[in-house]
């Protein structure tokens, strides 16, 4: 399984914060969000879930040749190039602005061979969660040619969400009362074929997790005490308030 990291969005809700970088690279209470989950990533890489190559899909503040007295390249390695557990492949999307996140999720899986682990670029987890929603995958979902969607159960109609069916079966997803989508995201790969075709038909205007009603996906509810994602200031600050993010108990996702 590879993973993509999702980061070319300016992240405008939470300016003056995300001047010249995009959420992704948001210090939180002493550490960047990409920092934070590439530390929630280095176990699945330790036990073999997750490629140590990590796709990392940039627009906004990395976009032009040159950033103030730095080039791209130097940018580059001052932010992401940081982490020696890893190897980073980097794609920059120079059109960001005129795209939805259909687009990069698109530009990620067209490089990737394998299932793909989305992580949205303003979310932040535990290792533990990230694993159990990856074991969960590989050990039922996969073998009954399912994706599977992360998400908070409880309705609610502020965030965006999923819904789903008796089966757990995801049938809707969008600006809808339903179940807090939880930026963690596995996208079985006999499922790229028609991703793709979705994502490039709405890479202008939608979000990237239009694609899991539209392919077999399955969902599993996620420990909101294990779980992060800033869009906005009072998100910010809740996550602040939050971290660190409680240890594992043993009951990481529910079925």
Not at 104 to 110: D, E, F, K
Not at 119 to 142: A, K, M, N, P, Q
Request: charged share 30%; aromatic share 8%; with cysteine.
């Amino acid at each position: 399984m590879k993973a993509i990291m999702l980061g070319a969005g300016q992240g405008s809700r939470l300016r003056p914060r995300t001047d010249g970088n995009p959420k992704l690279f948001l210090e939180v209470d002493g550490k960047t969000i990409f920092e934070r989950q590439l530390d929630a990533l280095a176990p699945l890489v330790e036990q073999g879930l997750v490629d140590e190559r990590i796709v990392v899909v940039l627009g906004y503040g990395f976009a032009e040749d040159s950033i103030g007295d730095r080039s791209r390249s130097e940018k580059i390695d001052e932010y992401v190039r940081i982490d020696d557990r890893f190897e980073f492949e980097i794609i920059v999307l120079p059109y960001w602005s005129a795209v939805e996140n259909a687009a990069s999720a698109l530009a990620g899986i067209n490089v990737v061979d394998d299932d793909a682990l989305l992580l949205c670029g303003d979310v932040i987890t535990t290792d533990e969660l990230l694993s159990s929603v990856v074991e969960r995958f590989h050990d039922d979902h996969r073998s009954e040619g399912y994706s599977t969607v992360a998400a908070i159960e409880g309705v609610q109609d502020e965030m965006t969400a999923i819904d789903w069916d008796d089966s757990r079966t995801v049938t809707d997803y969008g600006a809808i009362e339903g179940h807090q989508e939880a930026g963690i995201f596995v996208l079985n790969r006999d499922h790229f074929d028609t991703a793709g075709r979705l994502l490039c038909e709405n890479a202008v205007e939608e979000w990237f997790p239009i694609v899991f009603p539209e392919v077999p996906s399955k969902a599993v509810t996620v420990d909101p005490r294990r779980h992060a994602e800033i869009n906005t200031e009072e998100h910010f600050r809740e996550a602040e308030r939050k971290l660190p993010l409680e240890p594992a108990d043993g009951s990481e996702i529910e079925l």
